[in-house]
């Protein structure tokens, strides 16, 4: 054999190579989508687009429509006061979803729009996973911690729910990214994305960590992404680092899921 005719079949043999390893990523990274579609938080997102509830609730559940008769003059949104004077409790919130509204709360007679019975289009787990989406879209039951108050406080402020989702819980999708979505605070990734508070606060301040930054194929994702993680640099204070890291750690310690699971 030649050497040009070698050399040809080593260069086509790369070729192979490099197309079959394309291949595989781009089939891994379509899985790996799928599987973040059934997170529970994602799953219950898209139940509530498919149930209706964003026609009244409004999108994310936090621009309700106005509800002629009721006590509130609109239907409730899951943000605010409003909801804490609806649901006291998580049993309250999945009897609203699957009965229309708690036993011990019967519905508003003079409302002129009342709340479906879901219980019948959905089965216990999808009813888990729309609990959970609610939940967390609502901040309902956050630590009394005062760090973590703070945090989910700074978190808002700094606008990281935009990208991260509700509580962070994901799932925003990102093309051009490793997996195709920003990854969420409580997701199985986030130990391998940020490993120590060194890291957290690079992240942060300046939108990518040091070890990430030095990678050349982290490298080519972070530079192909749609969505960048910002710089916050000054904008976000030494004492918003402590405060928001204190809030990802409960968020990681108190997953968005129904007990029976």
């Known amino acids: 054999m030649t050497r040009a005719a070698t050399a040809a079949i080593l260069m086509l043999s790369t070729v192979a190579v ?94 002129l729009i009342h709340m479906p019975a879901f219980g019948r289009f959905l089965d216990p787990r999808a009813q888990d996973d729309l609990v959970a989406y609610v939940l967390a879209v609502s901040q309902f039951g956050n630590s009394r911690d005062d760090a973590v108050s703070a945090g989910k406080d700074a978190a808002f402020r700094l606008g990281c729910f935009g ?46 960590s040091d070890r990430f930054r030095a990678n050349p194929a982290a490298k080519v994702f ?7 993680m910002p710089a916050y640099r000054d904008r976000a204070s030494d004492e918003d680092l402590r405060s928001l890291a204190a809030f990802v750690a409960w968020v990681r310690a108190n997953p968005r899921v129904s007990p029976r699971r």
């Not at 291949?23 to 579609?37: D, H, N, P, V």
């Not at 972070?222 to 960048?228: E, R, S, V």
Request: proline share 10%; glycine share 16%.
């Open 18 to 111: 490099v197309e079959a390893g394309a291949l595989g990523f781009l089939f891994w990274r379509a899985r790996e989508g799928r599987r973040a579609s059934t997170f529970p938080i994602e799953h219950g997102r898209q139940l509530a687009d498919s149930m209706g509830c964003f026609g009244c609730h409004g999108p994310g559940g936090g621009q309700p429509i106005p509800n002629p008769g009721s006590k509130s003059g609109e239907v409730p949104g899951w943000t605010g006061g409003t909801w804490m004077m609806w649901n006291k409790s998580e049993g309250d919130l999945r009897a609203w979803i699957v009965d229309g509204h708690p036993s011990n709360r019967p519905a508003d007679p003079k409302a």
């Open 222 to 228: 972070l530079d192909n992404q749609a969505i960048a």
């Open 163 to 208: 990208c991260h989702g509700p509580e962070g819980r994901g799932l925003v999708r990102n093309p051009g990214s490793f997996k195709g979505f920003v990854p969420p605070w409580d997701g199985p990734d986030y130990p391998d994305l940020v490993r120590d508070d060194a890291e957290f606060r690079q992240w942060v301040r300046n939108g990518v």
